[in-house]
């Protein structure tokens, strides 16, 4: 069974960076299209991004278009997510998720999830 772990999470001020890694162990994740979404509190889970399992294809929730950046290192089992211009509105837990489905995006299944990592963004 894999486990997805995130870390890189943390209070930033408006306008600020942070990049968010998921390591995976158990297991190889490299046939997997990998993702991530996120909750704020009061609100449902959200999609954010995905990448497909060779990371030639990408795909984004519509709020973090053109500021996040979804990429994968195959040889380290890790999944990055570098979010840019952050906003108080990207204010939620940020979990790394795994799908069955090689190509990912919005509506594929996503079968592991990790145990999130919070990011505030404060104004």
């Known amino acids: 069974q894999v486990r997805l772990v995130e870390s890189g999470g943390g209070l930033v001020q408006v306008g600020g960076s942070l990049e968010l890694s998921c390591a995976a162990s158990?297991?190889?994740?490299?046939?997997?299209?990998m993702g991530w979404f996120r909750q704020a509190p009061g609100k449902e889970r959200e999609f954010v991004a995905s990448i497909s399992w060779n990371g030639v294809s990408t795909s984004y929730g519509d709020p973090v278009k053109g500021r996040f950046t979804i990429s994968r290192d195959n040889s380290k089992f890790t999944v990055y997510l570098l979010m840019n211009d952050l906003k108080p509105e990207d204010t939620a837990v940020y979990y790394c998720?795994?799908?069955?489905?090689?190509?990912?995006?919005?509506?594929?299944?996503?079968?592991?999830w990790g145990q999130g990592t919070q990011v505030t963004v404060s104004s």
């Open positions: 998720v795994e799908s069955r489905a090689s190509g990912g995006g919005p509506g594929a299944p996503y079968d592991v």
């Open positions: 158990g297991r190889t994740i490299n046939e997997y299209a």
